[in-house]
């Protein structure tokens, strides 16, 4: 991985921190653990701080360390305990900025873990050609997903943004021998687990349409020196209709034409969780549980909103991570949660209880 070149000293605005007034090789250590919310943090901080035994002056609490109102940044011994927000762009400024961070501890092989809250698919019994009506079994609330990696709303493995107006995909595979770990610590604690693939979407109810597969079949058919007949309808409308012909070729100008047609799906409004709940919908609930169907079927197992992200960004750094995450409902069954606040609550502590373990044996081998 490259790092963006430094000046004098390097800013990290969103966090409200400075080379040139903190001290960062004498603050901060090996290991980060982040997720969204920031009351959520704390609660973890504090549960590491426990677990860790590390010893506070009677009357006195963590401190946030950041000095925006952005994140908030709380130091644990060797954890950093940090709340990347909602949503792809928020966790990519917290990755940024906190990876600029350990550089500037001189922290050589940090380990990265994000946890937090997902949405459950589980165990289908019935063949796709059944019909969607009848009762499909899933993953149980309270059940912890350990990723093996993240795919995006087509269901790709890659997270895909747009770099000096350009679309490029990035690989968004986990480190896996941290899952092997991870789910070696879920047998020892007894926790209801699985492991799969996590879908990493762009927005809670719809998403953005992901362009990039399309413009490379674009690219590859024009190195092919392919003239493009029809049009392109960019709005996804319709039905997308290619005429492609081949021009002529060989040197007695022997014409060699062949036309294809290629129909892309219809795209017009793309909601990557299939959800039904959001002000504005336009497909039906039995559509909505086909595309849960064929995401379960190439191993998904959860949907969040930072899977694809975190990994892409924690594998172009080198930086070894894992994404642990508990369901709070059935997607098979609902999309809105309908549980007791304090249920939630005790769901929502499984992860750290997993990592915080990891995290501890780590450091006894150490």
Not at 47 to 53: D, F, G, H, P, T
Not at 75 to 89: A, D, Q, T
């Amino acid at each position: 991985m490259q790092y963006a070149k430094e000046g004098n000293h390097d800013v990290l605005y969103h966090f409200g921190l400075s080379t040139e007034h903190v001290d960062f090789k004498s603050c901060f250590g090996d290991f980060v653990l982040c997720g969204g919310s920031a009351n959520r943090m704390l609660r973890i901080a504090e549960e590491v701080a426990k677990e860790l035994n590390l010893q506070m002056p009677y009357g006195t609490q963590l401190k946030n360390l950041s000095k925006s109102d952005r994140f908030v940044l709380y130091k644990c011994g060797p954890v950093l305990c940090v709340n990347h927000g909602i949503g792809e762009g928020s966790c990519l400024i917290m990755l940024h900025e906190i990876t600029k961070l350990l550089k500037h501890a001189h922290v050589e092989s940090p380990l990265f873990f994000r946890i937090g809250t997902s949405g459950g698919i589980g165990t289908i019994p019935l063949k796709r050609w059944m019909s969607l009506t009848r009762s499909v079994k899933g993953i149980e609330p309270g059940t912890v997903v350990v990723s093996k990696g993240g795919v995006n709303g087509l269901l790709k493995p890659h997270f895909e943004t747009c770099r000096l107006g350009k679309c490029v995909r990035y690989d968004a595979t986990l480190d896996q021998q941290l899952v092997e770990d991870l789910l070696a610590i879920c047998r020892q604690l007894k926790i209801k687990h699985t492991a799969g693939l996590t879908m990493g979407n762009n927005d809670f109810y719809e998403g953005k349409r992901l362009l990039s597969y399309f413009q490379d079949f674009v690219t590859y058919l024009r190195r092919c020196d392919v003239y493009f007949v029809a049009g392109l309808d960019e709005a996804f409308e319709t039905q997308l209709v290619l005429l492609l012909a081949f021009p002529e070729i060989g040197s007695d100008y022997q014409t060699s034409s062949a036309i294809f047609l290629l129909t892309i799906r219809r795209q017009r409004d793309q909601h990557e969780q299939g959800r039904c709940d959001g002000a504005l919908c336009s497909f039906t609930e039995e559509e909505s549980k086909e595309f849960l169907r064929t995401a379960y079927e190439i191993g998904v197992r959860n949907f969040e909103m930072e899977c694809c992200c975190f990994a892409s960004f924690c594998k172009r750094a080198g930086i070894r991570a894992a994404v642990v995450c508990v369901t709070l409902l059935n997607r098979f069954e609902a999309d809105q949660l309908d549980q007791p606040k304090s249920v939630y609550q005790e769901y929502e502590m499984q992860p750290s209880k997993i990592v915080i373990t990891l995290i501890k044996q780590i450091l006894q081998m150490s």
